[in-house]
């Protein structure tokens, strides 16, 4: 079984006297599509620089179907990870065209789609000869997706996509997304921001805090079983007495919380409590961000 994932154990990643990632366990299964979510510095960046072996890890493994990824041509040849590019950078990425950069990426990917390519230049209406240097935010994202897209790789990671893309460009491009996981059966681990407009693609989602993975789920079922519920603060808890709470709201006598009904647990409303469903992006809030007192 475990030779048909991407595997990473006891990941640890330190920068000078901070593990920017501390003991990290994932499991990455063929077929799926992934959301990596966590607030700016949770480490979603690093995890998947060393997932795809462009960063070292200062302790752990990385397996791609049961071979270890670091310096290892036949194992990253399944794995693609198209991260945003340096413009900024004249002597490197910055300094090439759009063809260029292309020609160099399909280089490192054995099964580069070429039509693929030529056929997402023309829909996102890139010119070729274009240099990194001279291109927008929206249209380096617009590379990055062409990389990823036209990689074929059977693990492939995208760093927040969409940056800088209006809302034609991201809708066109969750469809391109779509049609190619259709067709192909690849894994995608999608890192983002913009959390309940990708939700809807996500089969499981991850979330990173803090340098730790504080859940892993089917994206479903963990809003089939996340609510929010308020009203008085004495009527709020006795209803909610023993159940697994994750965010709290308090406003004078009123209180607000949401929790994660286990297996057996059920919340129905009354006149005095209120019982809502909570998106992805609430889930989120609720376990990265801060309580309100």
Known sequence: ?????????????????????????????????YGLIGRNGAGKTTLLSILSAQSPATKGT???NGMPVWENREALD??????????????????????EYLKIAS????NWDNELAKHLLE???LEPKKRITKLSKGMMSMVTIITALASKADYT???EPVAGLDVVMREYFYRVLLDEFADSGRTFVISTHIIEEAADI?????????????????TQELLDRSRHVSGKAEDVDAMTAGMKTIHVEKMGRSKGVTVLLEQGQTLKQTTEVSVQPVNLQQVFVSLCGKEVE
């Not at 006891?10 to 003991?23: A, C, E, N, P, R």
């Not at 280089?107 to 054995?110: D, K, L």
């Not at 996500?202 to 089917?218: A, Q, R, S, T």
């Open 1 to 33: 079984m475990s030779k048909e994932k991407l595997i990473c154990r006891d990941i640890v990643k330190t920068y000078g006297k901070k593990d920017v990632l501390s003991h990290v366990d994932l499991e990455l299964e063929k077929g799926k599509i």
């Open 78 to 99: 399944h794995i693609c990870f198209s991260r945003e590019l340096n413009p900024l950078n004249a002597a490197g990425q910055g300094g090439y065209s759009i063809k």
């Open 62 to 64: 990385v397996t791609c």
């Open 157 to 159: 990671f995208l760093d």
């Open 123 to 125: 829909k996102f209406e």
């Open 107 to 110: 280089v490192f990917m054995p």
């Open 202 to 218: 996500f089969e499981e989602v991850i979330m990173l805090d803090k340098g730790k993975i504080i859940l892993k789920e089917n």
